[in-house]
Structures are given as structure tokens and as C-alpha cells.
């Protein structure tokens, strides 16, 4: 049984940081790219990061990039998303999903709820 | 890195078909055979329900079915049943490391 547990959300003011973690369980997670998804409030769902399946290569959407850091520790598998100086629009539910085949994700998490406001 | 393009909403009556379109350029959509698909309810999760353009992950029903012709790709749900209604995704590889969902549609079931 796959799962995957995302934690670290709340609430925060604007231009302070945050860390969101997912923790997987049920599946080889070191062999596997992973990916962070957010999606705000009534809104459709964004692409945020990825990550290799060894760390090796990340890459990150326009809007976060030299704000948001995604990382991965196999020895724990655990992914994290590591969030700087935050915005109002970085209101979202964050999700962290499994890379498949043919650019889908398979595996999702229940999601993390961030709120950025003073 | 602009959001693909989908109509905002379709619908259609229990047993007839409806047709989502996600249209990007060809940098994206018609660069690559990475299109996927996602259904969502409301308050849950995405679920994955087309891959590389018209895959079916294990247990998607077939009358889920993804196509891609040039910049536009395609997803038809055949026999259009209660439980479909739901918010429909595409996505797709971009190049460079970079992926795109799309704009979002909202089926509804007549």
C-alpha cells in the first residue's frame, strides 16, 4: 500500500519560511522522481518542482524559483520543500506526487495547507 | 511556462460522450508524448487517469480514452456515468525539467 504523508503546513506571515515534508511508505521511493503540486484555494492545480530519483536534478516553476528549494533524503524517504520569503499567492494546498511513466504522477499525498498572511 | 488551455466546462447526459480539449504549443503538448490526465472531486485528491497521451493506469475504466493531434490533446469519457463529474486536468512535459498543468474543466453529468 503506497502512501504518501505530507506535513509541515500552517500558518505564516508574509516573507518568512517554511519547510513542508512527505513521507513515503509502500514504495521504493529512492527509485523514483518525485514531484511537488500545489493548488490554491478554488483554483486549478500548479506544478511546483522536481526532483530526481537520486537528488541529482531539480527543477522549478518560474514563480518559486530562488524562493522554494525542493530536496530528498533517500535514507528516510522523505521529500521536502523548503519555502522562503512567501508570498500571499503561495496560498495553496501543496501536494507531493510519484513521477510515472509518460509524464504522469500515480501516488499523491492527502496535501499540506499553507496560508500566507499577516 | 503558460498554463495549457481547456474550456472551462463541458457537459453531457448519462451514457453519451464528452470531449475535453487542452491545447498548448509546440513546445509542450505537440513537443512531447508526455500528456496526462487527472480527475478530481471536490475536497479530494488528483487521480491520474491517462498517461503518454492515452495509457489507462491499472483499474481507469476504458471508456477513458486520451488522443493528441499537433498542439491539442484530447480526453473522451465514453458512456458518461454519475460519478464522472468532477474537475478534469491535463498536464504535460515542457522541456527543460519543466511541466505545465492545464487550465482545468468541469464536467458535469446532465
Known amino acids: 500500500q503506497v502512501q504518501l504523508v505530507e506535513s509541515g503546513g500552517g500558518v505564516v506571515q508574509p516573507g518568512r519560511s517554511l519547510r513542508l515534508s512527505c513521507a513515503a511508505s509502500?514504495?521504493?521511493?529512492?527509485?523514483?522522481?518525485m514531484h511537488w503540486v500545489r493548488q490554491a484555494p478554488g483554483k486549478g492545480l500548479e506544478w511546483v518542482a522536481v526532483i530526481s530519483f537520486d537528488g541529482s536534478n531539480k527543477y522549478h516553476t518560474d514563480s518559486v524559483k530562488g524562493r522554494f528549494t525542493i530536496s530528498r533524503d533517500n535514507s528516510k524517504d522523505t521529500l521536502y520543500l523548503q519555502m522562503d520569503s512567501l508570498r500571499a499567492e503561495d496560498t495553496a494546498m501543496y501536494y507531493c506526487?510519484?513521477?510515472?511513466?509518460?509524464?504522469?504522477?500515480?501516488?499523491w499525498g492527502q496535501g499540506a495547507l499553507v496560508t500566507v498572511s499577516s | 511556462q503558460s498554463a495549457l488551455t481547456q474550456p472551462p466546462s463541458a457537459s453531457g447526459s448519462p451514457g453519451q460522450s464528452v470531449t475535453i480539449s487542452c491545447t498548448g504549443t509546440s513546445s509542450d503538448v505537440g513537443g512531447y508524448n508526455y500528456v496526462s490526465w487527472y480527475q478530481q472531486h471536490p475536497g479530494k485528491t488528483p487521480k491520474l487517469m491517462i498517461y503518454?497521451?492515452?495509457k489507462r493506469p491499472s483499474g481507469v475504466p476504458e471508456r477513458f480514452a486520451g488522443s493528441k493531434s499537433g498542439n491539442t490533446a484530447s480526453l473522451t469519457v465514453s458512456g458518461l456515468q454519475a460519478e464522472d463529474e468532477a474537475d478534469y486536468y491535463c498536464?504535460?512535459?515542457?522541456?527543460?525539467?519543466?511541466?505545465?498543468f492545464g487550465t482545468g474543466t468541469k464536467v458535469t453529468v446532465l
Open positions: 506526487a510519484r513521477d510515472f511513466e509518460g509524464g504522469g504522477n500515480d501516488y
Open positions: 503518454g497521451v492515452s
Open positions: 498536464s504535460t512535459f515542457a522541456g527543460n525539467g519543466v511541466y505545465v
Open positions: 509502500g514504495v521504493s521511493f529512492s527509485s523514483y522522481a
